[in-house]
């Protein structure tokens, strides 16, 4: 007779003890000593065996004289040996381990405990089967349907429909895009039944699906697919809109035809500044961004029974409006005293304090507490900026150099000087401006008054009408006012600048605006991300705890040079986009980890990429 295999004998040896447990429990249990076995069980079990056990269905009292037909089931060891070895001749050992294990975890019970069952059972060891749990759990499911034992065993149903799980998986794809959130396993087993019948040439005899959807959940698993909680979802806002394509090729185009003439970072792991050689510029990046004192980290150690108590809500806020300076000298602008006195010489409204702004000494950057002092708008970013742009003249480095300062496209820097929907029709009606400044055709520069200076109508607004006739377009007396606004928004009259620009004009700074839902292309995002980690990890949740690491951070920052990779990371960005790489690319070769969907939020740049 041959030798039994190392898995019978396993087989065999389990089902021996399973019988000689039974066997001791029945002769201890003096209550069932009637129904207690007369003689020990033939010890000569074959594998595979079905032993009949007559078990005993207890009423419960409480049912009734008539009891309960669903009567609890006396449950003992052989029976469930008995059962695993009806059902491993199905589905095999090892699935059916893991099944047993993962259901036995989930109920609590300890590893000692399951890992005893398991052997008693002649199922696998706890080891193995809580490593094939890993492997399912991590979504896997190719390795752990593989037998690892030279191939298949027998050919799948993808294996005789290979082109049946191409066309599935490219519809599982394409449904999980969608915004809905309706798609489900049924959608998919419904489709690769209908494929199936087109792809054979057969008629559906039947409701039963030619693949179940069990079977359609388990493939989606393999293809990648997770069912989870639909938070911090990639959106798409415009990135690739035309219109912003076109600002973004503008801005792309502008800087790339200026590089030679702005400081540049080397490549390397140490890298270091690339001085112009001639009409140098300096590249400034502002921004606003708002801490608040009871946000934390998301992660962080903690032992049972010793977590502190955090308090409820995101705190008190505090809003901060910055510039990096890409230039040997920053990454912060700020003035010498001897600088800042020269300064306030030529400005003494420098050294006045801002009813609303709480500035850092000799410099313009700026911090207001959000919802006391008020919010940055439009008029409190001008001031900000005023201060900067003079200040910005003494600065002994920055002499003979051109400045260009990139803000992104916020309604608190771009809002206008007027627009042409702020004007009235008729003589005496709403006016925003006392006059209007554009260039014509031959770059002259006219300026028409709003109002009228002589006349009958002296003193009273003009009104779309007066200045259409004086702006010399042919206008019907009748027109309304809807339609007399479509036509003169296309004059140069009324396509004015930002008064932000208008101001930088005054100081001869140039301001650029980032194309929309760009952030990559502002560099002071990446100073925010840095200093948010700071202050997170560090933050008690006090407000005045906030306020001190939010200074430390801007050294932290300074320290570490990471100012210099976030320029370098510009730079590289628009080399990419040049290159006529859209949105989704440029933010997956150069940003984090969150940043590999085809669109990602145009909010989520971290500096987890940072070389």
């Known amino acids: 007779m041959p030798r039994k295999s190392n898995k019978v004998s396993k087989a065999l040896n389990a089902a021996v003890n399973r019988w000689k447990l039974k066997v001791d429990l029945k002769q201890q249990d003096a209550s069932s000593s009637s129904s207690s076995l007369s003689s020990s069980p033939s010890l000569n079990v074959e594998m595979g065996s079905i032993v009949d056990l007559d078990y005993d269905e207890t009423k419960d009292e409480s049912e009734g004289e008539g009891g309960n037909k ?25 699935n059916l381990s893991v099944l047993i294990y993962t259901i036995l975890r989930y109920l609590n019970i300890t590893w000692r405990d399951t890992g005893g069952l398991l052997k008693n059972i002649g199922a ?57 959130a309706d798609f489900t396993a049924i959608d998919l087993a419904n489709f690769i039944d209908e494929k199936f019948y087109e ?32 938070t911090q979802r990639p959106y798409f806002e415009g990135h690739e809109r035309q219109d ?18 702005y400081y540049t970072i080397t490549d390397g792991d140490q890298p270091v500044w690339k001085i112009p050689s001639h009409n140098p510029s300096i590249l400034i990046f502002h921004d606003e961004s708002t801490f608040k004192s009871g946000e934390m980290s998301a992660k962080r150690w903690t032992v049972e029974g010793h977590t502190p108590f955090f308090s409820k809500g995101r705190g008190r806020s505090y809003m901060i409006s910055d510039f990096i300076v890409q230039h040997p000298s920053g990454p912060f602008f700020s003035l010498s005293d001897a600088e ?10 420098l050294s006045s304090d801002d009813d609303v702004l709480i500035y850092i000494r000799n410099s313009a950057t700026a911090g207001i507490n959000v919802g006391i002092e008020g919010y940055f708008d439009n008029g409190t970013i001008l001031s900000q900026f005023e201060r900067f742009f003079q200040l910005i003249s003494f600065k002994q480095d920055f002499k003979g150099h051109d400045i260009v300062v990139v803000v992104d496209n916020a309604r608190t820097h771009s809002a206008r000087e007027y627009s042409i929907n702020e004007f009235s029709k008729g003589i005496g009606t709403k006016c925003p401006a006392d006059s209007i400044d554009y260039v014509d055709h031959t770059g002259k520069l006219v300026s028409i008054s709003c109002s009228f200076t002589t006349g009958e109508y002296r003193g009273k607004t003009k009104g779309l009408l007066q200045l259409a006739k004086e702006l010399k377009v042919p206008v019907r007396h009748s027109i309304n006012l809807v339609e007399l606004r479509a036509l003169l928004a296309q004059h140069p009259a009324f396509q004015n600048v930002s008064k932000l620009e208008i101001l930088g004009k005054k100081y001869n700074i140039k301001v650029i605006f980032c194309p ?17 980690q700071y202050v997170r990890k560090k933050s008690d949740q006090t407000f005045p705890t906030m306020l001190r690491l939010i200074s430390e951070s801007r050294d932290n920052f300074k320290e570490r040079k990471i100012h210099m990779k976030l320029f370098r990371r510009f730079w590289r960005s628009i080399d990419a986009y040049s290159q006529g790489k859209s949105y989704g690319e440029v933010l997956s070769l150069f940003f984090g980890q969150a940043c590999k969907s085809d669109v990602v939020s145009h909010r989520k740049i971290t500096n987890s990429k940072l070389k």
């Open 70 to 94: 669903n009567s609890k089931l006396k449950i003992e060891l052989p029976i469930i040996g008995d059962l695993f070895e009806i059902c491993k001749s199905a589905c095999g050992s090892r």
């Open 124 to 180: 696998y060891r706890c080891e193995n089967a809580h490593k094939r749990a890993e492997i399912f759990i991590s979504g896997d499911i190719e390795v752990f349907q593989e037998e690892g034992r030279e191939g298949k065993y027998h050919e799948t149903f993808y294996d005789m429909f290979p082109e049946l799980e191409a066309d599935a998986k490219l519809f599982a794809i394409e449904s999980c895009s969608h915004k809905s």
């Open 199 to 230: 792809l054979t040439q057969t008629s559906k005899l039947d409701d039963a699906l030619v693949r179940s959807v069990e079977s359609c959940r388990l493939d989606l698993r393999r293809w990648g697919a997770k069912f989870q909680p639909n």
């Open 244 to 261: 912003v394509i076109t600002h973004r090729q503008e801005f792309i185009s502008y800087f790339l035809q200026r590089k030679d003439l």
């Open 340 to 349: 800042y006195g020269k300064a306030v010489k030529k400005f003494p409204s």
């Open 516 to 532: 929309k839902f760009h952030c990559e292309l502002n560099a002071i995002e990446g100073l925010w991300c840095h200093m948010k």
